[in-house]
């Protein structure tokens, strides 16, 4: 017997086994149904993917076979993965040099035996795709034909994984630092809040103390401190806002009259009859209504808050189909001009109108509002004419 040389690519070719993350892993399906089709296509009681590891092989999927793994110095694919050519094979191991006295031929009547090298795009051979018989014998062209590709579909399938799990590597190291950068825009922006909240009242009690003796440009220049402390605020609830976004989407599910939700956003707002429509009729199976509540507070508020008519009035407005929930909030406000429409859900994106307080916008709550709507399974819309008012429509699933 001759124990299988070692390939002169051995310390790269071991790297890429190793990063396969295949070595001691459990049955796979994908791996299993090729070796049990291969047994078929060659009429033969054995059929293996190994994979050749420092000193074993580790048999990934064994057809015919109970072991998971064997010496890697009396093994065949050890020679197997020196050949040069898409398929190695030994039609009579016993008449075979490099063979003769191997222990597998006595404990496994491992006569006969073709594998197929499986190269990687650097075309390092990690392992083989092999079949073994009991007794002498040949395949047939169509046959080392099957062999041949099914040992490049088992080393896409390998490549499959190996960015598989690249990909959840990469989703777990982006979902640490999301949640890192969500902790610290919590800290930050809970940290701000009470000095800017000092700032305000410094700045009012200044204005209050001194309002005979101030000039003009000064009682100006306060106004000017107190409106960038409060636009600066409102920044702040904006991106705490959106980073509860989330635990709001991971809150639990429950059923709600649709009518007592809106009579709900109505109290939290503390809106009146007169200015406040809604529809009487509704029932929602199984929601996030925690969720669904913040989207209707931001849109209901927003429609407040832009609209400098003297009688202002928000409808409210539900229906249902057979695979989703439709909501929609009409308002008779200022409207949006239409070349504003299509990035009114961008990030930080603003229409550049004024509340009736004449304040801007921070760009963030209708970007959270979409976010939260798209978690939920559905879709947001808006039609608007200026100066006659606007209605977002949005949807979510059942």
Request: with cysteine; charged share 30%; hydrophobic share 35%.
């Amino acid at each position: 017997m001759i124990e299988p040389k070692l390939p002169d690519n051995e310390i790269e070719r071991i790297k890429c086994v190793k990063e396969s993350r295949l070595l001691d892993t459990l049955p796979e399906s994908d791996f299993d149904n090729i070796t049990e089709l291969v047994a078929a296509i060659c009429n033969v009681p054995i059929s293996l993917i190994t994979l050749l590891d420092t000193d074993r092989n580790f048999l990934k999927s064994h057809h015919g076979l109970n072991i998971s793994e064997s010496p890697r110095s009396i093994s065949f694919c050890g020679h197997a993965i020196l050949h040069e050519e898409d398929i190695f094979i030994v039609e009579d191991s016993r008449k075979d040099e490099r063979f003769k006295g191997n222990p597998l031929i006595e404990g496994f009547k491992a006569i006969f035996y073709a594998g197929v090298p499986l190269r990687n795009p650097d075309g390092l051979a990690l392992g083989t795709l092999c079949v073994y018989d009991h007794e002498p014998r040949e395949l047939t062209k169509a046959q080392i034909s099957a062999l041949v590709s099914l040992g490049k579909q088992v080393m896409r399938l390998f490549e499959l994984r190996k960015k598989n799990d690249q990909l959840q590597s990469l989703q777990e190291e982006l979902a640490n630092r999301n949640n890192h950068l969500k902790s610290f825009a919590s800290h930050v922006s809970h940290d701000l809040k009470s000095p800017l909240a000092n700032i305000s009242s410094l700045t009012e009690l200044l204005k209050e103390e001194n309002i005979d003796t101030l000039s003009e440009d000064s009682k100006q220049y306060i106004d000017y401190i107190e409106e960038s402390a409060e636009t600066l605020r409102d920044y702040i609830d904006g991106i705490l806002m959106h980073y509860k976004a989330d635990e709001l989407v991971n809150k639990e599910f429950e059923d709600v009259s649709v009518p007592k939700l809106f009579e709900k956003i109505k109290t939290i707002l503390m809106l009146k009859d007169t200015n406040f429509k809604y529809s009487k009729e509704g029932y929602m199976h199984h929601q996030n209504v925690a969720a669904i509540t913040q989207i209707l507070l931001n849109l209901v508020d927003n429609a407040f808050k832009y609209n400098n008519k003297p009688e202002p009035l928000i409808s409210l407005h539900f229906s249902n189909t057979e695979k989703e929930y439709i909501f929609s909030v009409t308002d008779n406000g200022n409207g949006i001009e239409t070349e504003k429409q299509k990035d009114i859900f961008n990030l930080f994106s603003t229409a550049e109108t004024k509340d009736i307080r004449g304040k801007k916008g921070t760009g963030i709550g209708l970007y959270t509002v979409k976010t939260l709507v798209e978690k939920l399974g559905g879709s947001i819309q808006l039609e608007s004419k200026p100066e006659k008012g606007s209605t977002f429509t949005f949807t979510i699933a059942k």
